[in-house]
């Protein structure tokens, strides 16, 4: 691999672990189609991985804030999603599903705007973790959901809740690429490569973080969500 590829894999990520250390979502839908672009091969095993280092920084630097309970039962429900979601996959096209679970995102988003509050309790954690594992797995935008669910919450708690969520959601995926053959040495190897972005965006959204907790994270989370619809859409279309 020429050094000018692992310039601009490490760059991509460096913006996308910053945009999600700063509001709690982004590096996925940043990423991902300009990884496939770069190089497949970074995609998805050596991203994941990468990810989850930077998962695990964000949770350790919000830990005070991080909703333990919902981690709980948003996480269940991310198991359930992705289980059912590998099975929908088998008799619906995908392109159909990611085009459905955009036009989800947007009635979300306008319903937020216009002042429709969900609650967060075991139901509505559950619900969303499953929307959430459902659309990760088919659709590659599952933070959506629960970071429009945590959107009037305190910065650090949204990063920090989706940072420990995302963690063991992280996990069973690399578990499964394993699993099949498509996570080993070579994707280690790779995500190396990645790492050096994933700690420098991870710094930089220590400032950026605080400059959105000013009442900036909840727009930051709308316009977020509504681009990664935008981005399933224009991909499917």
């Not at 305190?154 to 499964?176: E, K």
């Not at 050096?196 to 909840?218: K, M, N, Q």
Request: glycine residues 12%; hydrophobic residues 60%; aromatic residues 10%.
């Amino acid at each position: 691999m020429d050094l000018i590829t692992v310039f601009l894999a490490a760059l991509i990520v460096c913006i996308g672990s910053m945009i999600q250390g700063s509001v709690g979502i982004g590096l996925g839908f940043f990423a991902v189609p300009l990884l496939v672009l770069l190089d497949p091969r970074f995609v998805p095993g050596p991203l994941l991985l990468a990810a989850l280092f930077l998962t695990l920084m964000v949770s350790f630097r919000e830990y005070h804030s991080i909703d333990k309970r919902g981690i709980k039962w948003a996480s269940l429900g991310r198991l359930i999603g992705t289980v059912f979601a590998v099975y929908l996959l088998t008799i619906i096209p995908q392109d159909q599903l990611g085009l459905l679970f955009a036009a989800i995102i947007i009635l979300a988003v306008v319903m937020s705007i216009v002042g429709f509050k969900l609650n967060i309790n075991p139901g509505s954690l559950i619900g969303t973790g499953t929307l959430s594992g459902f659309m990760g797995t088919a659709a590659a935008i599952g933070g959506v959901p629960l970071a429009l669910l945590y959107q009037r919450y305190q910065g650090a708690q949204l990063r920090g809740t989706l940072s420990g969520i995302f963690v063991i959601g992280t996990i069973i995926s690399l578990v499964f690429l394993g699993v099949i053959g498509k996570f080993g040495w070579f994707e280690v190897q790779l995500a190396m490569v990645l790492l050096p972005g994933i700690l420098v965006g991870f710094l930089i959204s220590g400032r950026t973080a605080r400059l959105l907790d000013e009442g900036w994270i909840r727009p930051a989370v709308l316009i977020l969500a509504s681009l990664s619809a935008v981005a399933v859409i224009i991909k499917n279309l």
